[in-house]
């Protein structure tokens, strides 16, 4: 089956930075597409050479097998990490004039329960919300019925419930069988939404996968830790066990058997905790833990 998009050996070099270095993909379509990677790892410019916004210095991006048109436009929508909206219009008058700028649009009022803008569409656009701002936005990005949508880091900023909700709007856009392309710099949202993902770091690619493939390949084990006065003997105990003042923490492959070989040991469970790698644990692994700038 032809991927909706495929990327293969793009390069984007700069007077003294190669920023993008030869990075080969494909997604098929309807899904959800992740792109992460440390601040200067090449992410951002890679979705702006595939959305059309920069030139590649080398490379090819197909769309549905095909060199991108120059109806790419017209067929993507793209919502921006920050867009300024005309000044002293409605809601509903942003909504109609972006409207007008398509040939082939969805219905207004499609949009509006698709993006949850009901209660405000009476407001001036500038004067909404932190997550209203970006409900509209994601409204825009899909006024001309796009099969393909582009989110760069649509809920920076949000506070957790306007993340939440914002999660359920494009799982909800995902379920319609539009295939949605994410950046974004929290794990918890890639985890959550992203059926496919590529980590990026210095223009290349580290890994691709799954959240949870790329979980059980580079972090299979799970943590078990438990607070304990008493000199456990755990020399029975599979695993690499960690000693601190007054607790021990085991890296195993199955939680339980470790369950098992502590009760043998009359370990007192009570204050037992186990840890299950998240994709942020894997995203410092493989990137790193120094902070980039």
Not at 48 to 63: D, N
Not at 76 to 92: E, K, M, Y
Request: net charge negative; with cysteine; charged share 20%.
């Amino acid at each position: 089956m032809t991927p909706i998009l495929e990327v293969r050996n793009l390069t984007k070099h700069y007077r003294l930075v190669q920023a993008v270095k030869g990075i080969s993909f494909s997604i098929p379509a309807g899904i959800c597409f992740g792109l992460l990677g440390p601040n200067g790892a090449g992410k951002s410019t890679t979705i702006e050479m595939i959305e059309g916004i920069k030139q590649p210095t080398g490379g090819e991006i197909l769309y549905k097998g095909a060199p991108r048109g120059t109806d790419f436009a017209q067929q993507c929508g793209i919502q921006f990490q920050s867009t300024a909206l005309p000044d002293f219009l409605q809601v509903r008058e942003v909504l109609a004039l972006f409207h007008s700028f398509y040939s082939k649009t969805l219905p207004i009022d499609e949009l509006v329960t698709l993006c949850d803008l009901g209660e405000f569409l009476d407001n001036e656009a500038n004067r909404l919300s932190g997550g209203q701002k970006q409900r509209l936005l994601l409204a825009l990005a899909l006024i001309n019925d796009p099969e393909i949508v582009f989110l760069d880091e649509p809920t920076t900023g949000l506070d957790p419930q306007s993340r939440r909700r914002f999660w359920y709007l494009i799982d909800r856009i995902k379920k319609q069988g539009k295939t949605v392309i994410l950046t974004t710099h929290y794990m918890d949202e890639a985890e959550s939404l992203c059926d496919d993902l590529i980590i990026i770091d210095h223009g290349t690619i580290i890994d691709q996968g799954s959240p949870q493939s790329l979980l059980q390949k580079h972090l299979p084990h799970r943590q078990v830790s438990l607070n304990t006065d008493v000199a456990l003997d755990t020399a029975g105990i599979t695993g690499e066990v960690n000693r601190a003042p007054g607790a021990i923490t085991i890296d195993t492959l199955s939680v339980e058997k470790t369950l098992q070989e502590l009760m043998a040991c009359n370990a007192d469970l009570s204050s037992l905790r186990v840890h299950n790698p998240t994709l942020e644990d894997l995203f410092i692994k493989l990137t790193g833990h120094a902070l980039r700038e």
